[in-house]
């Protein structure tokens, strides 16, 4: 079965970093955009970042840009987190699709999540 599988997830001081890892186990999805979204409680699933089949290109929310970084290489999607704030606390998830949209329903294929939280 084609899997994405997040890691890298945790507990971190504000100001601290995180890098997260979507493993792509069968690299099924070499050819597809990749996206980084999350979502905390009661709020809904938010686009973070994403990149291009090729790296070529990258997008970012507003909110994470100058902090966040998207990087990809042929198994694996990585989101580096710097500077982390209280209100980075989410359930991460990578998902791959054919568009590189900012809407979650544009996506396809997603991993099961990654808990990120960020005290104060």
């Known amino acids: 079965q084609v899997q994405l599988v997040e890691s890298g997830g945790g507990l971190v001081q504000a100001g601290g970093s995180l890098r997260l890892s979507c493993a792509d186990s069968?690299?099924?999805?070499?050819?597809?955009?990749m996206g980084w979204f999350r979502q905390a409680p009661g709020k809904e699933r938010e686009f973070v970042a994403a990149?291009?089949?090729?790296?070529?290109r990258t997008y970012y929310a507003d909110s994470v840009k100058g902090r966040f970084t998207i990087l990809r290489d042929n198994a694996n999607t990585i989101l580096r987190m710097n500077n982390l704030k209280p209100e980075d606390t989410a359930v991460y998830y990578c998902?791959?699709?054919?568009?590189?949209?900012?809407?979650?329903?544009?996506?396809?294929?997603w991993g099961q999540g990654t808990q990120v939280t960020v005290s104060s």
């Open positions: 069968r690299r099924a999805f070499s050819s597809y955009n």
């Open positions: 998902a791959a699709s054919f568009s590189a949209g900012v809407l979650p329903g544009e996506y396809d294929h």
């Open positions: 990149i291009t089949w090729s790296g070529g």
